[in-house]
């Protein structure tokens, strides 16, 4: 009876801390739902009540998890995956990238705010401690932090980009941050400084002369309510907390305030899920070992050419290994002893897996993380996004290499294949990256889910936050300083110098002589 009486105690506390949330995934990018999905659902465990945004419908939700449907706010990205293959040239075209990813994110931001069940859901009466939003170039949503007026904790699902720093004060000199979009690290050439100055202002240009404008916009039109500060205002001072999708050991050091915090990897169950039988007996009946080929979940493997088609499936026939392939229709003719065909695929699982040799992969984010987390060296196959800088930094750091999709051919493919299979230096890298990402004093799930709850405990957690934020760009870099500095230096050269000459002129000056008469 006692330890009846203390368990439900220890239930009405947790019950009483438990926060209501509000969670905004609004991207059609499945990779992104799960990573924010599997917070959600830790904080739930914790007894938290979360209502989850997104495009992904949720089945059998667990208690104290509410969905609002965004039912067909997909369309735009799926128009734009449809001819991917075909538009794969614009990986290169980085301002045209630039341009891109703005007008898609404007689409979606509109898209997510007039959406009906937003809509309702915004003119109910329901209440939330926290917001958790993802930052992907949405900056309207910040107005859902002023409507419930509560904190906000954004997310950056593709680690650290412009509109992360924005929200987290953090410094970026050009000098040593590359722009997302460019395939650069923290040491750059002078070739490559230059072009990472020329792409980070031309997007801080499109920034503040198209973008917050618009989405000032958009945020005016979404929420209720005549008196809304500017939207300038609050993406300055609302978010509390944000997380990135990255880790030093990983990518490169940063220079990050207290309120920003890396946990890449939150997506990695640290115990993997128990391999579907016949996904297991394959894997375990290859004596070679086994290959996994997996090109997300935006990338569609079927809707690139026969040719290129035919190439990887003759290289693969020349190998020892046998190959794992996710495949979006399970059509794909090809021997079953050798190649296993699946519409869906536990990957976590099948990575951690020993008998895995080599990871196929377009270079995700999730799943460059995760092929370092399992120790597996990939060969990239870079599409769009963030991919190609994903894996050029696989090739330079030695966990693995990548090979352009535009010149895939047979002979291109099973040179790369045999290239990383038959080398022990990308083993041997990887093993070396998988120490010190799994180095770390608790898991990235666990680290968000307590900084989450560090900002509800303290209110939102202000005095985690810069002044920066709140800086103009003269005050941010000292032009002001500066300019008073060099005047008082000139001023205390010119004027000395000027009143020695005209000493000098006095005392030098010829006497005239007098005219005897």
């Not at 009466?125 to 904790?153: K, R």
């Not at 001072?237 to 990518?251: A, E, K, R, T, Y």
Request: include cysteine; charged fraction near 20%.
């Amino acid at each position: 009876m006692i330890v009846i009486r203390l368990l439900l105690i220890f239930l009405a506390a947790n019950l009483a801390n438990g926060a209501k949330i509000l969670a905004i995934f609004h991207t059609a990018s499945k990779s992104h739902q799960i990573l924010g999905q599997q917070l959600m659902f830790e904080l739930n465990k914790a007894g938290h009540e979360i209502t989850i945004i997104t495009p992904f419908p949720i089945k059998n939700p667990p208690k104290g998890i509410t969905n609002v449907y965004l039912e067909g706010i997909d369309t735009a990205f799926d128009k734009y995956l449809d001819d991917i293959f075909d538009r794969i040239n614009e990986q290169e075209e980085y301002f045209k990238m630039v341009d891109e990813f703005y007008e898609f994110a404007n689409h979606v931001t509109v898209d997510t705010l007039q959406h009906p069940n937003v809509q309702k859901l915004l003119k109910s009466d329901a209440t939330f401690d926290l917001i958790f939003m993802e930052i992907f170039v949405n900056d309207a949503f910040v107005g859902f932090g002023h409507h419930y007026n509560c904190p906000i904790v954004a997310m950056s699902t593709i680690g650290m980009t412009p509109w992360a720093m924005d929200f987290g004060g953090a410094a970026a000199p050009m000098s040593f941050v590359p722009n997302f979009l460019l395939p650069y690290k923290d040491k750059m050439n002078l070739q490559e400084r230059i072009m990472n100055i020329l792409v980070t202002l031309y997007e801080r240009y499109r920034l503040y002369t198209k973008y917050i404008p618009e989405q000032q916009g958009h945020y005016e039109i979404g929420f209720p309510g005549d008196n809304k500060p500017p939207l300038s205002e609050l993406r300055k001072s609302i978010v509390s907390l944000v997380l990135l999708n990255s880790h030093f050991s990983i990518s490169f050091p940063k220079a990050l305030f207290p309120n920003m915090v890396e946990v890449g990897g939150m997506q990695i169950n640290p115990n993997p899920v128990e391999l579907p039988a016949d996904i297991k007996n394959f894997i375990e009946s290859a004596e070679h070992g086994v290959i996994y080929f997996s090109m997300g979940t935006n990338v569609i493997p079927s809707k690139m050419t026969q040719e290129k088609r035919n190439a990887i499936l003759n290289s693969f026939a020349k190998l020892k290994q046998k190959v794992i392939w996710k495949w979006d229709d399970e059509s794909l003719k090809v021997d079953p002893t050798k190649i296993l065909v699946k519409k869906w695929m536990p990957q976590d699982s099948i990575l951690a897996h020993p008998n895995v040799k080599l990871f196929i992969t377009h270079g995700g984010l999730l799943s460059c993380t995760e092929s370092i987390h399992h120790g597996v060296p990939i060969l990239g196959v870079p599409i769009f996004g963030d991919q190609m800088k994903n894996v050029d930094n696989a090739k330079k750091e030695g966990w693995g290499t990548w090979i352009d999709y535009r010149n895939l051919t047979e002979t291109s493919f099973t040179w790369a294949l045999n290239e990383v299979l038959n080398n022990p230096k990308y083993t041997k890298t990887i093993k070396n990256s998988q120490k010190l990402f799994r180095d770390q004093p608790m898991t990235p799930l666990e680290t968000a889910k307590f900084w989450v709850e560090y900002v509800l405990r303290h209110n939102g957690a202000p005095h985690m936050k810069s002044h920066v934020n709140k800086m103009s760009v003269i005050e941010y870099y000292n032009f002001d300083a500066y300019a008073i500095l060099i005047s008082a230096a000139i001023l205390g050269i010119v004027l000395p110098i000027m009143l020695i000459k005209k000493i000098l002129s006095i005392i030098c000056r010829p006497t005239k002589k007098v005219k005897s008469s």
